[in-house]
């Protein structure tokens, strides 16, 4: 007989599933509640909308839109034209509007700050002042005759000596030499006043050096040794007559120079005597401050003075305030032939006893009457020149 575990149809079940009893809902309360979602939607592509989508196109009108309307109106009072609209400058007075090559003198580049024409300008109805002998002599502070005397034995002694010293055998670099003043007390004091009168109609003082404001550089940021690539050094020699000409100053023994208005230049200087080739006529002068803080300068005549390894060190100088007979002194157009045949002098820095000067040194001798220009992108060539006359 086979075992009764063999009669079994599943091993392990004391009875069949079948006939096991289940309830209808058991199954039902094992499994957790399941919350009933919507079917998902069906989303269009941006490509099916934007094929059905009405386009709608809005009205540009804005306040830039609207003052570009009212600037195109805008002709130059000079010419009339309203061609070539990037040269047209708008005065911050009366709103007219002014080609820069049609203005007297000519603007060369787009001034930063607020601009006036000459009809609004204060410099329209400042009175030319007139200079009396007593007053030129306060103006420029000149020393008196006693002194004078001192000193001008004393140079021609220093002179003399030089002269016994320079014979030689060998050829030598040539010196730069003393500029020959005006003999003529009436002709000199002509110069002079011609010099005031232009440092007087733009509100500067008269200074022979160079000037350390406060809120500025310091004297003791003026030093060669700053130079990238190093800076030329002015010989002992050049030095002595770089200091003759410093004490012929204070004597009120200037250049033949006289300084003139030009309708198209402005304030220019032109040689009122002949003068010859390598003379120093005059040092740059003016306020010393970093080129950082003059970025955003107006100022048309700031000269570089030094040119450091940290650009932050720097330095120009700013004759707005303060400044000389170099202040007035033209450049030549870069861009032209002709503007390159003008250069009579040259504008050079100069190591002086370790700290930066500019000297402005002539290149060829000038004859009288003759205008003098220089090459103001001497070192940067980022001045526009190609305005100038």
């Given at each position: ?313 720097s330095l120009v100088i700013c004759p707005d305030k303060r400044g000389n007979i ?15 045949k003008k250069q009579n002098l040259k504008c050079v820095r100069y190591s002086v ?37």
């Amino acid at each position: 007989m086979a075992p009764s575990s063999s009669a079994s149809p599943v091993a392990g079940l004391s009875r069949p599933v079948a006939q096991r009893k289940v309830h209808p809902s058991a199954d039902y309360r094992r499994r957790p509640r399941m919350s009933v979602s919507p079917p998902p939607k069906k989303f269009r592509s941006m490509v099916e909308i934007m094929k059905v989508a009405t386009r709608v196109e809005l009205p540009e009108e804005s306040e830039e839109s609207e003052e570009e309307d009212d600037y195109e109106e805008v002709v130059c009072e000079q010419c009339g034209s309203g061609e070539r609209p990037d040269e047209l400058l708008l005065c911050d007075e009366c709103n007219k509007g002014f080609h820069m090559l049609c203005l007297s003198p000519i603007v060369v580049r787009v001034p930063m700050k607020l601009w006036h024409c000459p009809h609004c300008s204060a410099d329209q109805h400042r009175v030319i002042k007139s200079f009396s002998q007593k007053k030129i002599v306060d103006f420029f502070r000149i020393q008196k005759e006693s002194q004078m005397v001192v000193k001008c034995s004393s140079a021609q002694v220093d002179i003399k000596k030089r002269r016994k010293r320079s014979l030689v055998f060998h050829k030598r670099r040539r010196r730069l030499s003393l500029y020959i003043p005006t003999e003529d007390p009436h002709r000199k004091l002509v110069q002079m006043a011609s010099l005031a009168s232009a440092l007087t109609a733009l509100d500067m003082e008269f200074s022979d050096e160079l000037t350390y404001m406060p809120g500025m550089a310091r004297k003791s940021a003026n030093s060669a040794n700053f130079e990238s690539g190093g800076m030329q050094v002015l010989s002992k020699e050049d030095t002595e007559t770089l200091e003759q000409c410093r004490a012929m100053y204070k004597r009120g023994e200037c250049p033949p120079l006289m300084v003139v208005f030009d309708s198209r230049e402005g304030y220019t200087v032109e040689a009122d005597g002949p003068i010859k080739d390598l003379t120093i006529l005059a040092e740059y002068t003016g306020d010393v401050d970093y080129i950082r803080n003059r970025q955003e300068d107006d100022c048309d005549s700031m000269m570089t003075l030094l040119l450091a390894r940290d650009p932050s060190k720097s330095l120009v100088i700013c004759p707005d305030k303060r400044g000389n007979i170099s202040r007035f002194i033209n450049g030549i157009n870069n861009h032209s032939p002709e503007g390159k045949k003008k250069q009579n002098l040259k504008c050079v820095r100069y190591s002086v006893k370790g700290a930066c000067h500019v000297l402005l040194v002539t290149i060829r001798d000038i004859a009288k009457g003759e205008r003098l220009y220089y090459d103001y992108n001497g070192y940067e060539h980022e001045y526009p020149t190609h305005h100038f006359v």
